[in-house]
């Protein structure tokens, strides 16, 4: 065999194996997610990480500042994902997460399972904190459990100040995008 033959063979084997390298990182080396409404804009970062049935997602908040309020000031997100497996059943989860702003601690009470995270609405602090996702069983009772691989993500929120003439709110969403677990 030529020294041409091998060199040739080389540079047609050399592309084809190379295919399934960018093919599985091309998923991974996308970017954070920004999601941006009037007033707020949230990012998640990554990564995302599983610790048995939950999923543990860091965000950050920028907010602009709410006029002043006699109510306080604060607001929620909620984060769902839903994800394929091998079974065929799609496993389904959420998660919250309720804001206090500005060193506000008002309202916010009752509510149930989620994370809670201060906010400084001053449109310039980057607000960082996560979202706890758990098995979603009120909208799917039977939901598979969540597990390392792709996913797509549902995220709304909003933030409101409250005072004696009405409500201002700044809100983000829903936004669908696709993340990894």
Do not use: E
Not at 10 to 31: H, M, N, T
Not at 34 to 52: E, Y
Not at 121 to 136: F, M, R
């Amino acid at each position: 065999m030529t020294t041409w033959t091998k060199y040739a063979r080389l540079a047609v084997a050399l592309p084809l194996l190379a295919i399934p390298l960018f093919a599985s990182s091309a998923f991974a080396a996308a970017g954070p997610t920004t999601i941006t409404g009037s007033g707020l804009s949230v990012t998640f970062p990554g990564p995302n990480t599983r610790i048995g049935v939950s999923v543990t997602v860091p965000i950050q908040v920028v907010c602009s500042p709410l006029p002043p309020a006699s109510f306080g000031s604060f607001g929620n997100g909620h984060l769902s994902l839903v994800q394929a497996t091998p079974s065929g059943k799609a496993a389904v989860g959420a998660g919250d997460v309720f804001w206090f702003i500005n060193g506000t601690q008002g309202g916010g009470k009752g509510g149930g399972p989620g994370s809670v995270m201060g906010l400084t609405c001053d449109g310039s602090t980057v607000n960082a904190g996560t979202i706890t996702v758990t098995p979603d069983t009120l909208t799917d009772p039977f939901t598979g459990a969540l597990h390392n691989g792709p996913a797509d993500a549902t995220f709304s929120g909003q933030v409101c100040s409250f005072s004696y003439f009405g409500s201002t709110c700044d809100s983000v969403g829903p936004a669908s995008f696709p993340t990894k677990i």
